[in-house]
């Protein structure tokens, strides 16, 4: 590739967004004529594929801008704009492009958005000023060891949130009722003890959504997720069905933390929780990254705005954005899991199964759907090996399958097609499947997180 031609430098990202760094990489060749120069830990062959040119140097490193602004010397003079796609380096590559000299949201407050519990600091330095909003704070301790566990436990009779500090995707977050063990609950979270465990006061709001979006333009995304122990998001759905009160609350709240951790321009995607009124919200963690779960996919199917298009916008053109939104359809990603404990793999599905199209073409007559009003946007296995795979998810890790489906009928609900096909396709796959093998404890492997 030339050398002397302009690029666009992407700070890290994470293997599941491949395609995503494959689209706005596309996306800024055609539209701006630019290279893309990508920065992240130990590149590999795919890395190389993907962008023009890559840097290797881990963003978490103490001295990631240091290094990492020696290893770009020789582009410097031609570096046009840059982002930064992970949350390792929402606050190395937020400092490295402000080093560059690069337009970026801060790197200062970014830590918020890295770590929940320096997030909660930053909540408590402003309870005040938050909770005149009526966006709640809850108590939130660092813990190191057991005893430190039960003393938060003894605080927090009603139960509480046990979770990694720094983590996304679920992963390792437990919900602690009255009765559960402490010393079970600390064996789980073991391997992130180094890197920090948090105890958090429950949120008692029951219902979930995330404010979502770039700059100043913002859309409402509703969460499904799984009740009891392990709280895994299970869908999403857009646009979240909501009053007018209840958007206003949500955005209030988002906007709070945006504040906070310093968001102005990029990209932003903060979960928060609702009350049953609609007038009270509380953020669960907020993140200075596009949305996972196909999020941005789906605005741009609802929205017809494609939301990676306008990132690029933001730091190589003129900074444009639409101000409204108007929806145009419904549409959710659904994880896809199995119907009883098992060992599985792709392969064992009986050759010429179409167990998707099946479950979907189930679910849109069991709503009387006209033809071609539920449709399949996109399917995809999790992984091809064969594992162990429990019917009670901890975390997405313990799906077989994601799909993205759009609803073109208003007379029913995303969210009850959602609901159906999770269990259609949990049928399907039975029946597609030799006949079930009853698992002994002995089969079952010992649980890890890390």
Request: glycine share 6%; aromatic share 8%.
């Amino acid at each position: 590739m030339n050398g002397r031609r302009e690029k666009l430098l992407i700070v890290d990202y994470n293997l599941s967004r491949v395609a995503d760094v494959a689209h706005m990489r596309d996306y800024a060749r055609c539209r701006y004529n630019v290279d893309t120069l990508l920065v992240r830990g130990n590149p590999g062959e795919m890395d190389a594929r993907l962008c023009d040119h890559v840097v290797g140097v881990d963003p978490l490193l103490p001295d990631f801008v240091a290094q990492a602004c020696e290893a770009l010397s020789p582009w410097r003079d031609h570096i046009r704009g840059g982002i930064v796609f992970s949350d390792n380096a929402v606050q190395s590559g937020a400092a490295l492009l402000e080093r560059i000299g690069l337009q970026v949201d801060s790197a200062s407050l970014a830590l918020g958005a890295f770590s929940k519990f320096e997030y909660r600091r930053a909540e408590a330095r402003c309870r005040d000023l938050l909770e005149s909003q009526r966006v709640m704070t809850p108590n939130c301790v660092l813990i190191r060891s057991l005893e430190e566990l039960r003393q938060f436990a003894e605080a927090h009779p009603e139960g509480f949130v046990i979770k990694p500090s720094c983590e996304g995707n679920n992963r390792g977050v437990v919900m602690m009722r009255p009765g559960d063990s402490l010393v079970s609950a600390l064996e789980e979270l073991t391997p992130y003890l180094a890197a920090g465990v948090i105890c958090e006061q429950v949120i008692p709001y029951r219902r979930e959504y995330s404010f979502d979006g770039l700059g100043g333009l913002s859309f409402i995304t509703e969460k499904v997720s799984a009740s009891g122990r392990y709280p895994v998001e299970v869908a999403q759905v857009l646009p979240a069905r909501l009053g007018r009160l209840e958007q206003e609350t949500i955005r209030r709240a988002g906007e709070c933390a945006n504040w906070l951790v310093g968001q102005r321009d990029g990209p932003f995607h903060n979960e928060i929780k609702l009350s049953d009124d609609g007038m009270f919200a509380a953020v669960v963690e907020p993140n200075r990254r596009p949305a996972g779960m196909k999020i941005w996919s789906l605005a741009a199917l609802v929205y017809g705005i494609d939301f990676y298009h306008l990132w690029i916008d933001s730091v190589l053109g003129d900074g444009f954005r639409p101000s409204t939104l108007e929806a145009r359809c419904q549409a959710a990603t659904v994880m896809l899991g199995v119907k009883h404990d098992r060992w599985f793999a792709p392969s064992d599905v009986a050759s010429g199964s179409e167990i998707f199209p099946a479950a979907l073409e189930r679910t849109a007559r069991q709503f009387g759907l006209p033809d071609d009003a539920l449709r399949s946007v996109e399917f995809s296995w999790l992984s091809q090996e064969r594992r162990y795979v429990p019917s009670i998810a901890r975390d997405n890790s313990d799906f077989v399958a994601s799909a993205c489906v759009s609803l073109h009928e208003s007379s029913v609900s995303i969210g009850d097609i959602v609901s159906s096909l999770r269990e259609r396709w949990t049928e399907a796959l039975e029946s597609a499947m030799p006949a079930d093998v009853s698992i002994r404890e002995a089969d079952i492997p010992v649980r890890r997180f890390a």
